[in-house]
Structure formats: C-alpha cells, structure tokens
C-alpha cells in the first residue's frame, strides 16, 4: 500500500514552512455563500448553521471540529457537521506561462515562488476549516482542482505542483475572463502570476472576477532583476514569451526603464483598487511568510 505523503512534506509546503503557516489566517470581507465565513460567522444564522449531526473523524478533517467532550465520554474522535455547511471556498490561479520561469536576482524563479505562495494559501485555508482548489493557465486554463477542505484533498494539488513545467505565452485577461464562468457563486479567488500583459486586458478580466461578487486577492510576482537594474554595463535581453535576444548598454535606457515599470506598477495597483481586488506586490527575495502576512492583514 503507497504511503500518504503527511502535509508538509512536500517540495513547496516544507516543514519549516507549515511551522510558521499556524499563526496566519486568511479572512474575507464580502459575504459568501452560506452561513459561515471561514472563522467568522455570517450575520445571516439560520439551518445553515444549526447543528445536524455528529460523523466519525477521518484523518484531514480539520482538528478544531472534533467535539471533545464526546470524545471525553466515549473514548471516540467525532466531527460535528451543520445543514447546508459552507465556508470559504478559495480558488487559487497560477501563472505557468513561459516569462514565470525567469530568475535573475531572486533565489528562485517567479514559478517556483508562486508555487510555493500558492501552496501555502491552500494549506492556510484548509487549516482554518474552510476549502482551497488550484487553477493553473497560460493562453488557456491548463488544470483544474475543484476546492478541498481536507489535507487528504490537499494532496493531489501539491503533487501536481511539483509537476509544472512553464510553458506558452500567458493571456491573463482570457483566463480571467475563463475563470470567473468556471467558478460559481461567491468565491476568494487569489492570482499569481507577473502580470506580464497590457495592463488594460489583465484588470478587464480582474473585473470580471469582482463584478461577478467574487472577492479577488493579487499577488503581482517579479524578479528583483525586473523590478531594479545595475547601474551600468551590457545585458542581455530575452523576451521569454518569444526567445528572441539583443544586447543592451544598460546606461542608455536605465532610467526610462525605471520610469516606465514604475508608471507600469501605478497602473496596475490603482486599477486592481478600482475594480475592488487586494493588489500585494512582492519579489521573489521576499520571504514567503512574509508575503503571506500581508494578504492575513487585510481588513
């Protein structure tokens, strides 16, 4: 019989990841489908939270549903479950497209720190009783977990994150645009990916995803290397999505470049607050923890 790999023994949730991942908890302002909000109950009681029914516990079902004093009386692990339970259900979207693999100054590529970002949430989410899935794309949504709400669901998606291969060009605003058909009723969706599209297309289709009472969470992922250059001397350009290199003096356009992804990131942050999206932009030298405890502050 295979053995079951235990949460945190995967590439991208290692242990020392999930030992910092118990103090962080992921809330939501807009109100799901359903009596429950994750930790946060709704306004709205009624049959959706009365209790129903107690079930034997199974090995991945949340810890903090076990009624102890059951268990004190008879010596046996039992859940309690509610009519009609829903909580949070979170969808995570990850850029797979070929510009994700790149890694000048960062300790990782943009890939590999979403992967890991990405990991992290679904296991965040799954601890605190609620259910995460996974979406991956490029020019097209490529892989569809549907959400989980136990580490035994967890499994197949950080298995499957191990298996990514970056690929294609990536057309953000269609995978949106894809994404908030596929996904029903209200939902947390987080996107990771570097944004590296017309910033007019990327928040058409993040406005799809808000105008649809989703609530939508950014995570704009770049390399240090894209976000500051050296001071002087000759680089080597490749544009990922299309292989093709030149040469170039860096002194000769530094400061343009420098303008124009800081007008580029202005864009991107003004237009994701307009259209109601939480807009989190990190390196891949930010720690992940790090960048995890910025989505948790959000009120």
Known sequence: MAKTK?????????PQ?????????????????????????SPAFGSSVEFAEYSPYVQGDPVTRIDWSVYARTDRYVIRRFHDEVNIRTHV??????????????????????????????????????????ITFDDEIREIHEPAGTFVGLRPMLLGLEEIKPRGESS???????????????SLVVLISDLLQDPRETLRGIGHLCYDGKEVTIFHVLDPGELRLPD????????????????VDIAEFRELYLQRIREYLDEVRIGCTKEGADYILVDTSTDIHDALHRRAAVE
């Open 232 to 247: 002087e001397g000759l680089i080597e350009v490749e544009f990922l999505e299309t292989r093709d290199r030149m040469n």
């Open 93 to 134: 979207l990850l850029d797979t497209s070929e510009s994700m693999s790149y890694k000048e100054r960062g300790a990782m590529s943009k890939l590999e720190y979403g992967c890991y970002l990405a990991a992290a949430i679904m296991y965040m989410m799954i601890n605190q009783g609620d259910s995460a899935g996974l």
């Open 17 to 41: 990841m999930v030992e910092h991942l118990h103090n962080l908890d992921i809330a939501v302002r807009k109100q799901m489908n359903g009596g429950m909000q994750g930790l946060h109950r």
């Open 172 to 186: 953000i605003e269609n995978a949106l645009h894809e994404a908030a058909e596929l996904i029903k009723g209200r």
């Open 6 to 14: 235990k949460p945190g023994t995967y590439r991208y949730l290692p």
